[in-house]
């Protein structure tokens, strides 16, 4: 959550461990002794961050996601024994698809025009750092926009990643529906390699 009021710009930086972080966003902790307790607070979380998203109705989808969603959720296990702990984070990524603006009506409106543009310069940033990971460039462009930004971590070799691709059944979608297995065809391409673990040990 923000904790400086839902208006505010979000900047994305990079802690000493070299890690990407929001600054200004809250933590919040999930009771983990009882699931029962932790399930619903987890639940009440993505339900807020679910009402906080914009929203909007065009010409292809009456409830149009106009931004991306990304949900972070940090984990940590102790063992006991050895005094080892180890640090974890599980992001769940809800991409916006992309847009025509002849097909949307987005372009009539400067708001969703301004979106529609956001999303797929985005997109295709996201798409950029596919390509240089699948071909092995010597650069990634993570820091062409504030997704791939922020989805560092996860695409630079130190973790796993898992992409869905929902794709619409009509036949006047056929264009996106192509262009959306292109990009997964690209996605597919890509070896991250063995993910690292970070453990830690506590003091004994």
Do not use: W
């Not at 010597?138 to 794709?167: E, I, W």
């Amino acid at each position: 959550s923000n904790s400086k009021g839902r208006t505010t710009k979000l900047a994305i930086k990079r802690n000493r461990e070299g890690k990407s972080f929001v600054d200004g966003l809250t933590e919040h902790l999930i009771e983990t002794s009882d699931s029962a307790i932790g399930m619903s607070q987890l639940e009440e979380l993505m339900a807020s961050a679910a009402r906080s998203r914009s929203v909007a109705s065009t010409k292809m989808n009456a409830q149009s996601s106009r931004s991306h969603s990304v949900f972070m959720l940090h984990l940590n296990g102790i063992n006991e024994a050895s005094g080892a702990i180890v640090h974890g984070v599980l992001n769940l990524c809800d991409l916006a698809g992309s847009e025509r603006l002849d097909r949307s009506g987005a372009g009539s409106d400067i708001k969703r025009l301004k979106e529609t543009q956001a999303i797929n310069k985005s997109l295709s940033c996201l798409g950029d750092v596919f390509n240089a990971l699948a071909t092995g460039a010597s650069h990634v462009p993570y820091r062409n926009s504030k997704l791939t930004y922020l989805l560092q971590d996860c695409l630079s070799g130190d973790g796993k990643a898992l992409m869905f691709v929902n794709l619409s059944p009509t036949f006047s979608s056929s264009n996106e529906s192509v262009c959306s297995l292109r990009f997964a065809q690209r996605v597919n391409q890509v070896e991250l390699g063995k993910a690292t673990k970070h453990i830690e040990y506590s003091g004994r």
